[in-house]
């Protein structure tokens, strides 16, 4: 059953059968009775809040917070996941961290992976600085099927590792950096001009955005992976 939505919303319930990513809600800004009302409504159901601040949702009436799998580090909630698309690790995501700063980004990506039913490893703290870090973990990262790499200050994390792996890199800027960072628009310039082609670029902070982007080349995987037996036996 579709619950209802409150007045001024016009919840997109047909996104999921379209495009294969259902609609999230965007916390940021909105007013509170409308988020409030929002939680209610979809207190049974799989959708995803995001950039819910700890603050305002501790203002939630405490019987219907206890109702929502809520993270304050991701700034993310839902009460219900999708279903898990299973695979395993040989379909599963890479998030890779440059630092500790870049936490809240790397977790809403996480965490976004881990309501649309998609497994992932996180590797935080790899930045360049301690080059050790990441090529320490480069083995494991390459056993998954798409990275998404979170850095803010120059992201060079990202060139890096789009020159040590052949798997599809989302790369995502942050607003983490001091002076001429600009709030992560150095970042996103850097990643834009970085020489190891094939890079994709998401807007700054936008784990979300690159969790969905990864979502979509697994699904595209799976269902390549679901073709290739019935192929095989056709053939032989």
Not at 36 to 53: A, C, D, M, Y
Not at 119 to 135: M, P, Q, S
Not at 150 to 176: E, F, H, M, N, R
Request: glycine share 8%; charged share 15%.
């Amino acid at each position: 059953m579709i619950a209802e939505t409150p007045p001024g919303v016009l919840f997109d319930h047909g996104r999921q059968e379209r495009i294969g990513l259902p609609e999230a809600v965007f916390c940021l800004g909105k007013p509170w009775p409308i988020l409030l009302s929002l939680l209610e409504q979809f207190q049974n159901q799989p959708v995803l809040f995001t950039r819910l601040e700890n603050a305002v949702f501790q203002k939630v009436p405490l019987d219907l917070r206890q109702k929502y799998d809520y993270d304050p580090i991701s700034r993310t909630a839902f009460a219900l996941t999708q279903t898990d698309q299973g695979h395993g690790d040989a379909l599963s995501v890479a998030v890779v961290s440059a630092g500790s700063s870049d936490a809240p980004v790397a977790r809403e990506a996480s965490r976004t992976l881990l309501f649309l039913g998609y497994r992932y490893a996180l590797y935080e703290d790899t930045g360049v600085a301690g080059l050790w870090r990441l090529t320490d973990q480069l083995r494991a990262i390459n056993e998954r099927a798409v990275i998404i790499v979170v850095a803010g200050l120059d992201a060079a994390l990202a060139s890096v590792l789009g020159g040590l792996t052949s798997l599809p890199v989302i790369a995502v800027p942050t607003s983490v950096g001091y002076g001429l960072a600009r709030g992560g628009e150095s970042a996103l310039s850097s990643m834009l001009l970085s020489c190891a082609p094939g890079v994709t670029v998401m807007n700054i902070d936008n784990g979300y955005g690159a969790a969905c982007a990864a979502a979509r080349i697994l699904r595209l995987l799976s269902r390549n992976l679901k073709r290739a037996p019935a192929e095989n036996t056709a053939t032989s």
